[in-house]
Structure formats: C-alpha cells, structure tokens
C-alpha cells in the first residue's frame, strides 16, 4: 500500500511530495477501507503543494481531494455501502494512495459499472459548473454564456452543461492549439482571446445579448470578457491561471452595471444543506454514468509516479486531466 505524502510545501510541487508505504489499516467501528480506484490531480491541489491556495491542510498530508474507489471492509458493526460497492469518496480524504480509511457514513454509492475515471472527477468540476450556470443569472434556454478557460476540467463540464439546458456558449482559450478540444466538446463558439475580443464575439453571435461570464483566469481577461457582456450582466471568476488580480474598468461597472462575483465550491458546500448537496451529486453522476458528461483524460499514473503525475498536471499544453489510478490485483 502507497500513499502521496508532504511534509512541506514548495514553489516546485512535485519535489515537495513522494510516495511511501504503509500497512494495512484495520477499520474500527464506523470506519471503511476502501480501495483507491481513480484520483485526479487538480488546480487547487497543485496549489496546496506550493502553499498557495485559499484553504490548506495541516502538514504532514496526503494529497488528493476527490475520487473514487471500491469498499473492500467495514469494521465492526457497521452500516455502510456494502463491500464490493463503488463509492464517492469524501471530499479532502487524502485519495492520492492506493487505500483510504473513511468514516463509512461519508461514502456516496455510484452506478458499479459506470467508468470509474470519469466518476471520480465528480466533486469538484462538475458542481462548480451546474452553480456557476444556474446560481448567478436567471438563464433561459437559447440564451448565451460565455467563458474563457473554456478547456480547463470545469470549462468542458460548463459547455456539456449549458447544451443540456438549451444554452449556447461562447469559449474563450489561450493558445490556438486548445480550439479544436473545446469544439469537440460542443462549445457553440471557441476563440483565441486577445485585445479585439469583443468585436470577434460580437461577430460570432451575431450581436447576441450575453448576460452572464464566467472567469477562470483574471487579470486583463476578466476586463475582456467584461467588455464582451450585456448591460447588466455579472462575472463571476472562480480562478486566477494568470495569477493576477481580476482587472475591471470603472467604464464596465459604472457606467455598464456590469457585476463582479466570486465562487469557491468549499464555501458552497460549507453553506449547503446536505440533502441539496446530494441531490446535486446524484443528478451529476447519473450523466456522467449515461455518458452524457465526461472530460478529457490525458494520462494516469500510479501512486508510485506521483512526482511525474505532478510535473504533467502542472505543465501546460495539456488536453485532459491527469488522474492517479492505481492498479489493483
């Protein structure tokens, strides 16, 4: 058994973590020990390695803050999914390893013959994009929303999203090499952003009334995507690749009306009861089971690879997520 631990953190990620053993836990009362079956490696982990994100966890830690696995022992008396039973694994569990011991209360049951990498994505991306689509603006199908790091996990999840409640979507990437990836997705519009934007968007939508941006990147993005906007409309930025401050002129909130928001899933789930909470999870996993939602997976790796998993999730020019999947007799 393998787990991906730091004791530090460190402006080079991958050199602040390792994979050691451990032995086999016992689950006490209450407890489960389940087997790690995928695990992805996103942004907002990368971050907790450098010391960088909103929200750290008291070192030494195992990375990892979504997945999924199989139940394979419930300790004494203990009411949970069954053995065998495929699971949602709970929400900063330490899934960078190859077992985790959970509290089985906490375990969500997931379809057995669903893909396990797509389900493992489902707690952080895929709500982020339902909220980010229905808790801002009052949409209404065939209006329009646009969104520029539009091929990040949560980008392709919001373009799956918005075609399933009849809305169309204008994409914003960084680099030329991202366009086709986002198209293959349905996004109904894909541009390279840059300082014409909003004269191209306005072209591409043929002078559409788009209500509602979503932020991924900050810096002078937001302002561009903030130019593109209806009168009235709101931003909401949920992430900064640029690593710069969300810049916005007086001109678009003043004079335009135009609205700054910020979201953080943790916060949501802080805030929300549980039963709205499982319902949200329930309904995303029904579509990732039947297909209808998925993201790309560029590359998995084993617990034992986690330094080369880092160094690939933390790259750019990537077409997919890197997931930690390990590999179980």
Known sequence: MLKAQYSERGPVPQAVIEALPFDRPVPAPGQALVAVLAAPINPSD??????????????????GSEGVGRVIELGPDTKGPAVGQTVLLPVGAGTWATHVLVPAARLVPLPNDADPKQLAM??????TASLLLSDFVDLQPGDWVMQNGANSGVGSYLVQLAKLRGLKTVNIVRRE?????????????????????????KAATGGAAIKLGVDAVGGAATMRLAACLAEGATIVNYGALSGEPCSVSPRELVFRDVTLKGFWLARW?????????????????????????????????????????????????RQGKILIAPTHA
């Open 46 to 63: 990368v971050l907790m390695l450098t010391g960088q994100y909103g929200m750290l966890p008291p070192l030494p830690a195992v990375g």
């Open 122 to 127: 489902l707690t952080v991306n895929p709500p």
């Open 177 to 201: 090499s991202a366009v086709a990836g986002v198209q293959a997705q349905g996004g109904d519009v894909v541009l390279v952003d840059g300082d014409d934007l909003a004269e191209r968007v």
């Open 269 to 317: 789930f802080g805030i929300t009861p549980q039963a709205k909470q499982m319902a949200l999870l329930t309904e995303l996993a029904g579509l990732i089971a039947a297909g209808k939602l998925s993201t790309p997976i560029q590359a998995t790796y084993e617990v034992g690879q986690i330094k080369e998993a880092i160094a690939a999730a933390a790259a750019g020019e």
